[in-house]
T-cell receptor, first 110, second 113 residues
């Protein structure tokens, strides 16, 4: 069974702090996605990483795919209350199915 | 990208009844999926909705409990049958083009009393 292990599960920080969320697996994936979900809404795609070692930036968010394409990280610089939400990593398992990590619930206090 | 509309957005149902959730996509998509998200948890794939044929269910989910239809490339329904309080959850419809990226509806929050 392919699993995505995400950590931490919960994070409460002050506005302006930096944080990193990790997504690890023993499996190799052709691509990995990060989503953010806010209460009452469905997950929204943030980024897809494809190449081992790839780094993508989305404003204050930096996404990295591990060299072996088994792990990924999401780093947020100078977090803001608007970053509050559930962050989910996901990967395609082949046959077009996507599995999700357990999620990291982030709360940024003003 | 795709815009996905789900209805109902929420419902409160009695034990033993069934509810059908509808999902409409604004463009033709290759793949449609149904996920369940229990309170405070991540997403679990229920099944892949196949156009014109029976859905492909994941381990722990069966057609009798969660019948799914997909009559065309833009529409699918999920029925939660013979509901119990354990079925209280958010049910999410998603669509993708096969490259791993998914687009989601807002979800249908179901409460079973």
């Amino acid at each position: 069974t392919q699993l995505l292990e995400q950590s931490p599960q919960f994070l409460s920080i002050q506005e302006g702090e930096n944080l990193t969320v990790y997504c690890n697996s023993s499996s190799v994936f052709s691509s990995l996605q990060w989503y953010r979900q806010e209460p009452g809404e469905g997950p929204v795609l943030l980024v897809t990483v494809v190449t081992g070692g790839e780094v993508k930036k989305l404003k204050r968010l930096t996404f990295q795919f591990g060299d072996a394409r088994k792990d990924s990280s999401l780093h947020i610089t100078a977090a803001q209350p608007g970053d509050t939400g559930l962050y989910l990593c996901a990967a395609n398992t082949g046959g077009f199915k996507t599995i999700f990590g357990a999620g990291t619930r982030l709360f940024v206090k003003a | 990208s795709a815009v996905i509309s789900q209805k109902p957005s929420r419902d409160i149902c009695q034990r033993g009844t069934s509810l059908t959730i509808q999902c409409q996509v604004d463009s033709q998509v290759t793949m449609m999926f149904w996920y369940r998200q229990q309170p405070g948890q991540s997403l679990t794939l229920i099944a892949t909705a196949n156009q014109g044929s029976e859905a492909t269910y994941e381990s722990g989910f069966v057609i009798d409990k969660f019948p799914i239809s997909r009559p065309n490339l833009t529409f699918s329904t999920l029925t939660v049958s013979n509901m119990s309080p354990e079925d209280s959850s958010i049910y999410l419809c998603s669509a993708g083009t096969g490259n791993g990226e998914l687009f989601f509806g807002e979800g249908s929050r179901l409460t079973v009393l």
